[in-house]
Nanobody
Framework: QVQLVESGGGLVQAGDSLRLSCAAS????????MGWFRQAPGKEREFVAA????????VYADSVKGRFTISRDNAKNTVALQMNSLKPEDTAEYYC????????????????WGRGTLVTVSS
C-alpha cells in the first residue's frame, strides 16, 4: 500500500501561482511513477501531469503545458506541482496518484490515489 496526502490548495486569483505537494508513505516511493489529476465540479477526472520514477521524464496535458511543472524528491518521498499563470478553468479538486507503470498514469489511471486538495481560481 502507498498512502498519499496532498496539500497546498487554496483560493487564488487568475494569474497567480500555487504549489501543490504530495507526501507519500508506505512502499518504496522511487518505484512508482507519480501523477497529478484534477476533477472540476460536474466533470470527469482528467490527467494533468506525470513524472517517471527517476524524475527524468515528464508528461503534461496540453491544457497545462508551459504553465505547470511536476517534480519529485525521492529522498523526501514527495511530488510537487508548481502551477503558474492560473486560470479560472484550472479550478478543481487536485489528486496525487502513484502507479508502477507510468503509462497507466498518462492514460488517466493509477494504483493509488490521494484524497485531493481543492484549488479555486477566481477571475
Amino acid at each position: 500500500q502507498v498512502q498519499l496526502v496532498e496539500s497546498g490548495g487554496g483560493l487564488v486569483q487568475a494569474g497567480d501561482s500555487l504549489r501543490l505537494s504530495c507526501a507519500a508513505s508506505g512502499r518504496t516511493f522511487s518505484h512508482y511513477a507519480m501523477g497529478w489529476f484534477r476533477q472540476a465540479p460536474g466533470k470527469e477526472r482528467e490527467f494533468v501531469a506525470a513524472i517517471r520514477q527517476g524524475g527524468d521524464f515528464t508528461v503534461y496535458a496540453d491544457s497545462v503545458k508551459g504553465r505547470f511543472t511536476i517534480s519529485r524528491d525521492n529522498a523526501k518521498n514527495t511530488v510537487a506541482l508548481q502551477m503558474n499563470s492560473l486560470k479560472p478553468e484550472d479550478t478543481a479538486e487536485y489528486y496525487c496518484a502513484a502507479a508502477l507503470n507510468m503509462n497507466i498514469v498518462v492514460n488517466n489511471g493509477a494504483d493509488y490515489w490521494g484524497r485531493g486538495t481543492l484549488v479555486t481560481v477566481s477571475s
